[in-house]
């Protein structure tokens, strides 16, 4: 699976911002995707994530401000977005594109990643 990110910038507060990740290869496996994020000397942390079952989860910090959304109509390319909305300085961060493949016989799990793309919201 290989994972292609696009979008990211510089916005002011209060302002939105689209983030999109394009995902090609043999998808069969791939159970979620979504989107992480990473402050410099701070571990990666979960964004939102959207499960093939239309399950979603979002960070507290974020819920109720950013959306996710996937399309996986082709089975050979799937995409998922995130909508930012009321942006803060606090979001400022590398936002990394994700999916995962579950293998439900051995409960083995597998991530790729994206390229990070730069977000900064200014004060």
């Known amino acids: 699976v290989q994972l292609q990110a696009s979008g990211g910038g510089f916005v002011k507060n209060g302002e939105s911002l689209r983030l999109s990740c394009e995902a090609t290869g043999i998808m069969s496996k791939v159970n979620s995707m979504g989107w992480y994020r990473q402050v410099l000397g701070k571990e990666r942390g979960l964004v939102a994530i959207r499960r093939r079952d239309g399950g979603t989860v979002f960070s507290g910090s974020v819920k109720g401000r950013f959306t996710i959304s996937t399309d996986n109509r082709d089975s050979a390319r799937n995409t998922v977005d995130l909508r930012m909305d009321s942006l803060k300085p606090e979001d400022t961060a590398v936002y990394f594109c994700?999916?995962?493949?579950?293998?439900?016989?051995?409960?083995?799990?597998?991530?790729?990643w994206g390229q990070g793309t730069q977000v900064t919201v200014s004060s």
């Open positions: 994700n999916a995962q493949e579950y293998d439900g016989t051995t409960h083995q799990a597998t991530d790729y």
